[in-house]
């Protein structure tokens, strides 16, 4: 089992940069992939970007544009959201949710065993 604990959230504003950590519990961490998504007020949650298991792999949601990185320590057992550029849109609760599917679940929520509890990310205009 693993258990993911997302921080680095808070209040930004348009243009400034954030980066998220997901941390991650047990030896099992690199046999994950992990993934970000987000939520919006009053939105579905909707997938954000993607890391492989090794970290050689990235899969990143369209309306990313190049703004975000995302990257993985395994010895550390965490996981990084780099996000720049950021917009009044990007406001949401962002998760990290662990897959250890192959082929990866990639953007398809369901296929992820676990997820973590969330942290808000709030850009002012």
């Known amino acids: 089992q693993v258990q993911l604990v997302e921080s680095g959230g808070g209040l930004v504003q348009a243009g400034g940069s954030l980066r998220l950590s997901c941390a991650a519990s047990?030896?099992?961490?690199?046999?994950?992939?992990i993934g970000w998504f987000r939520q919006g007020p009053g939105k579905e949650r909707e997938f954000v970007t993607v890391?492989?298991?090794?970290?050689?792999?990235?899969y990143y949601a369209d309306f990313v544009q190049g703004r975000f990185t995302i990257s993985r320590d395994n010895a550390k057992n965490t996981v990084y959201l780099q996000m720049n550029s950021l917009k009044p849109e990007d406001t949401a609760v962002y998760y990290c949710?662990?897959?250890?599917?192959?082929?990866?679940?990639?953007?398809?929520?369901?296929?992820?065993?676990?997820w973590g509890q969330g942290t808000q990310v709030t850009v002012s205009s």
């Open positions: 949710a662990a897959d250890s599917r192959n082929p990866w679940s990639g953007a398809y929520a369901p296929g992820y065993d676990y």
């Open positions: 047990g030896r099992t961490f690199r046999t994950y992939d």
């Open positions: 890391i492989n298991r090794s970290g050689g792999s990235t």
